[in-house]
């Protein structure tokens, strides 16, 4: 029986060369390794993007939390379907025209 197991990983060398760009030496690749001595620092824009990102999701989730709520109660099951995709999208929609400083 073939072993599908590749023998680079066994010897210690990554199969992956992207993930060998990624790894910081002494420590695993950053989205893995838990250590905070292999992560990278963010520069400004890339920590405001994350922001922005969280801040839609959670409005996002939000809406669609409220909209399912509000129009289950009004139209029943069909309702927290409509209710539930129309309140995702305007939490999106809310959350893109916050300001972020």
Do not use: N, W
């Not at 989730?61 to 709520?69: E, N, R, W, Y």
């Not at 309140?87 to 999106?92: L, T």
């Amino acid at each position: 029986m073939a072993s599908s197991t590749s023998h680079k990983y066994l010897l210690g060398m990554p199969v992956d060369p992207d993930l060998a760009e990624q790894a910081v030496p002494g420590h695993g690749v950053p989205s893995q390794d838990p250590d905070p001595a292999a992560q990278y620092q963010m520069s400004e824009k890339e920590s405001a993007r994350e922001s922005r990102s969280t801040l839609v999701a959670g409005c996002m989730i939000l809406g669609i939390i409220v909209g399912a709520g509000l129009c289950a109660a009004v139209a029943g099951l069909m309702g927290v379907f409509i209710g539930g995709a129309a309140g995702g999208v305007i939490g999106a929609g809310i959350a893109t025209c916050l300001p972020m400083d």
